[in-house]
Structures are given as structure tokens and as C-alpha cells.
């Protein structure tokens, strides 16, 4: 079946512009992660979406970063007034939550977010 | 709170020896415990993961992992590397009772040359 779909796949913009990342999680998970993955550094965790639970927004660096998930499904990451430290690639990710909470997670091919 | 060390950004082996990759955990209840690969210019992938079923956990291209709890360590190993298995390795931990929603959390990464 389709797995995790992200667009676009590479975004340039300006600084003090908003952008708009969209994921599309594989049917039927009902989680959707997503990450952010600068040069040189890790998978930081930004934002976690579970059914109709609410959202654990802990890992979100600034309130410049929102996410929505939208009928469960869609979720579009948005970060308002960019600066350049927020060039980086950003992955979504998604996953079955099984009994017992095993959730190997499948991830999208990422956005890269240039801001010039 | 859980967390994940990996000892090591950068790991370099020859071709046919062995590769070991360290990881550490912290977490406040048993764990889930995962390494996922990155190769080039592709998307994460998961290698292997323990569920508490076994503590030596086998995943594809011959790499395996075994949980030690008495040293909070899942590290992660295979005989003999291969040029293929260049690219960069991520640690991750995820809560098994639901107390942190099931986020998971990634090491910061290490990354795996194999000289010929």
C-alpha cells in the first residue's frame, strides 16, 4: 500500500514568510509524528498526534510552529514569520497504535525547508 | 522522562569487521526500543525492535541488538560490515504504558563509514 506522503518535497522561501508543510499518513494510523532533522544534529521531536486525543505539543521550539491534523488524517505543519534557523528537513511520521503500544513508526520523505 | 545517548556521531570500519553502535536509555517504565537506518538521500527505515519477547533482537542485514537492562544499553552490532551498510544509524525509546502517549524519542544519530 501508499506509505507516508510529504509535500513539497523541498520549499525555499524568505525570511519573515509563513510556510505550510503538508503529511499524508498511511490509512488507518492513528498516529502522526513530526520531526525536525538539521544538518549535523538529530531527530528532534516536534509535535505528536494520537486519534482525538490532544496533541503533545512539547517538542515545538517556538509558538511561530503549529500543527493541525485534520479528520484524522492530514496533518499540515506551519510555521509563521521563518527565520534561517529553521532550514532544516522536516519528516512526519506515522503509525498503528496496536494493543500494548508498540508503534514502529513509518516515515515520509521529508520536506526540506530552505529559508534565505 | 526517557531519553537516548548514542556514544559516537561518527563511527568508521573496515569492510568485514565488526560494527558495534552504542546506545543508552533512560526511562521511567520498561521500554520499547528501536534503531532505525538512514541511508543517502533516502528516508528512515526501521532495522530492529524489542518488545521484551527476547532480549537479543535480530533485524535485516544481519544486524542484531540486545536489550541489557542491568546497563540501560541496546547497542547495536553486526559481524561483519559491508560497504552497503554505510549511513546513519538512529537509537530511539518509546514508552510502553501509554504514560507519555507513546512519543518516541531518537538518539542523536551516528553515523556509519565503512572503508574498503
Known amino acids: 500500500g501508499a506509505g507516508v506522503s510529504q509535500s513539497p518535497s523541498n520549499k525555499v522561501t524568505e525570511k519573515g514568510k509563513d510556510v505550510e508543510l503538508r503529511c499524508d499518513p498511511i490509512s488507518g494510523h492513528t498516529a502522526l509524528y513530526w520531526y525536525r532533522q538539521s544538518l549535523g544534529q538529530g531527530l528532534e521531536f516536534l509535535i505528536y498526534?494520537?486519534?482525538?486525543?490532544?496533541?503533545?505539543k512539547s517538542g515545538l521550539p517556538s509558538d511561530r510552529f503549529s500543527a493541525e491534523r485534520t479528520g484524522g488524517s492530514v496533518s499540515t505543519l506551519t510555521i509563521q514569520r521563518t527565520q534561517q534557523e529553521d532550514s532544516a528537513v522536516y519528516l512526519c511520521a506515522s503509525s498503528a497504535r496496536a494493543s500494548g503500544g508498540l508503534n514502529e513508526q513509518f516515515f515520509g520523505p521529508g520536506t526540506r525547508l530552505t529559508v534565505l | 522522562a526517557q531519553s537516548v545517548t548514542q556514544l559516537g556521531s561518527h563511527v568508521s570500519v573496515s569492510e568485514g569487521a565488526l560494527v558495534l553502535l552504542r546506545c543508552n536509555y533512560s526511562?521511567?517504565?520498561?521500554?520499547?526500543l528501536f534503531w532505525y537506518v538512514q541511508y543517502p538521500n533516502q528516508g528512515l527505515q526501521l532495522l530492529l525492535k524489542y518488545t521484551s519477547a527476547a532480549t537479543l533482537v535480530k533485524g535485516i542485514n544481519g544486524f542484531e541488538a540486545e536489550f541489557k537492562k542491568s546497563e540501560t544499553s541496546f547497542h547495536l552490532t553486526k559481524p561483519s560490515a559491508h560497504m552497503s551498510d554505510a549511513a546513519e544509524y538512529f537509537c530511539?525509546?518509546?514508552?510502553?504504558?501509554?504514560?507519555?502517549?507513546?512519543?518516541?524519542?531518537f538518539g542523536a544519530g551516528t553515523r556509519l563509514f565503512v572503508k574498503a
Open positions: 526511562s521511567s517504565v520498561p521500554p520499547y
Open positions: 530511539a525509546v518509546s514508552d510502553t504504558q501509554g504514560t507519555g502517549g507513546f512519543k518516541t524519542i
Open positions: 498526534f494520537q486519534g482525538n486525543s490532544a496533541p503533545d
